[in-house]
């Protein structure tokens, strides 16, 4: 059953996983079960994704109710949060049954497949969602993994056809969408027919230690496509993926997109309007206006736009599609308005935002299309070694804010050695350095009755991060009233415009 470029068979096995709760594991567990696969797993703790999973027919343990393993099982599949001495890998060991991890499985089930894997720091769940709602407008039938939940997609999570169903590639095998993670090397396991790398930065230096060692791991993973006869094909940013180490002398075929008027794919896009063109050389591929904000979603929605036209989407489908995605959630999500407890007319977004990039880029975006009077940004740093690594990075990104509150950083992974090295403290102080208003506030309820006092008509609250911090976004709306209509001091520019500044000023002023 080892992963290999043959065909995975599912029917009839038995795949046993450990930490099924996941996204990524209960994404894998759903499609194999879909595709004949007996399915088993276990869990530490009950959530709505081990009800869904229940709720499917697949039997789910949690907790101490693991039962004991049997010689009937064929596979065990664990998430990357399953340490090795886990009882129950220790015991498969012992019954001889084959392990697998999520992303050693995830390649195995790549495999016979026209597996596409979008690779990249930032923007693989929203481009993985975008091309895959694409080719569902299209007709192409896609299986397809994503780390976040897309209502479009009716979750993150489908089983396509077989084979791809009609167009230039009409009987080669369905299309497979998966996002592919860098962390701990594991998309070093996908079999991808097409990638597509989206950018590539310092993260995970736990993990990888350096730049260096973050551009070898993605040269890695491209030199997994194959070769350009055998319908190998690499889409690399044309700046910011190092995408000469990454990408020279690369078997497969190998194209740029991106700004740059020497990109294979140029992209122009009108902030004002969300206006966007892709250009291949001279001629224009596609253009569109899209429900989605800031130029790295223009890139991200330019990606899938020419991966699915690669895949043999036809260009009036793929216009449509981008025109009415409407994103995955927990990315600059629109979480409704709503009045505040002192009265005050208030928007709220919520963001899994963890990285420098992704919260400056957020806020830019934020800024850019809402226009509001002020930006209160709750974000929670994810990780005490990724703040310390990037405490510089993080002190910068938040000069668009005009108020950032910080709860402590959310520990995981992290020794607690690492934990004692930085603290919430820290970052606040570095951002008041910088000239960004700042304070560091423990308990969620207290940053919520904070907001309750603090927020005030035309001000605009996105909380940021990829621990739970999304709770206090959700929370302040259930603890405010519904507006009845959008405030006038958020309905255009204009309007923003006519107010007294309170602090820095709209891009849009």
């Not at 989605?292 to 979603?297: I, K, R, S, Y």
């Amino acid at each position: 059953m080892s992963a290999s470029k043959d065909a995975a068979v599912f029917g009839g096995r038995h795949i046993h996983f450990i930490g099924i709760g996941g996204c990524g594991t209960s994404g894998l567990a759903l499609m194999m079960y879909s595709r004949g696969a007996v399915i088993t797993g276990v869990d530490q703790l009950a959530s709505e994704t081990t009800d869904a999973l229940t709720a499917a027919g697949i039997e789910v343990a949690i907790g101490a109710n693991n039962a004991p393993l049997t010689r009937a099982i064929d596979l065990v599949v664990y998430s990357a949060a399953v340490p090795p001495n886990h009882p129950s890998l220790v015991e498969a060991k012992a019954l001889g049954i084959e392990s697998m991890t999520y992303a050693q499985a995830l390649g195995w089930a790549q495999s016979g497949r026209t597996a596409v894997s979008i690779a990249g720091t930032h923007g693989k769940s929203t481009t993985s969602a975008l091309l895959a709602h694409l080719l569902i407008e299209a007709g192409l039938d896609p299986s397809v993994i994503v780390g976040a939940n897309c209502p479009q997609l009716k979750g993150g999570t489908r089983t396509g056809s077989e084979s791809i169903p009609f167009g230039p590639l009409a009987g080669t095998p369905g299309i497979f969408v998966a996002e592919a993670c860098e962390f701990n090397r594991s998309f070093h396991d996908h079999q991808p027919t097409l990638a597509l790398i989206n950018n590539v930065e310092e993260d995970h230096l736990d993990v990888y230690g350096s730049l260096d060692e973050i551009v070898k791991s993605f040269r890695h993973f491209a030199g997994n496509l194959p070769e350009a006869a055998s319908g190998g094909r690499l889409l690399i940013a044309h700046d910011g993926a190092h995408r000469r180490a990454v990408a020279s002398g690369l078997a497969c075929a190998v194209s740029t997109f991106g700004w740059s008027p020497t990109a294979d794919y140029r992209v122009d896009y009108e902030p004002s309007s969300n206006a966007t063109v892709v250009w291949h050389r001279n001629d224009e591929l596609i253009s569109w206006i899209g429900r989605l904000a800031g130029e790295h979603n223009a890139l991200n929605s330019a990606a899938a736009a020419i991966i699915a036209n690669w895949l043999g989407a036809d260009r009036d489908s793929i216009k449509r599609g981008l025109e009415n995605f409407a994103g995955v959630e927990r990315r600059m999500q629109d979480l409704g308005t709503c009045v505040t407890r002192s009265g005050a007319t208030v928007r709220v977004f919520d963001d899994y935002g963890h990285h420098p990039t992704e919260c400056e880029r957020t806020l830019t975006a934020l800024r850019t299309s809402e226009c509001p009077r002020r930006i209160i940004c709750v974000f929670q740093p994810h990780q005490h070694s990724r703040t310390r690594f990037l405490l510089e990075q993080f002190a910068k990104s938040f000069s668009l804010a005009d108020l950032v509150v910080v709860p402590p950083i959310y520990f995981v992974r992290d020794s607690e050695v690492e934990r004692t090295l930085v603290s919430s403290a820290d970052l606040v102080a570095r951002l008041n350095e910088k000239g960004t208003n700042a304070r560091a506030i423990d308990d969620f309820d207290a940053i919520g009755d904070f907001l309750q006092d603090e927020a005030q008509d035309g001000d605009l609250i996105v909380v940021m991060g990829a621990g739970p911090v999304w709770k206090i976004g959700h929370d302040f709306i259930k603890n405010s009233r519904k507006a009845r209509a959008t405030s006038p001091s958020m309905q255009s520019c204009q309007s923003v415009a006519s107010l007294p500044p309170r602090a820095a000023a709209s891009p849009c002023e």
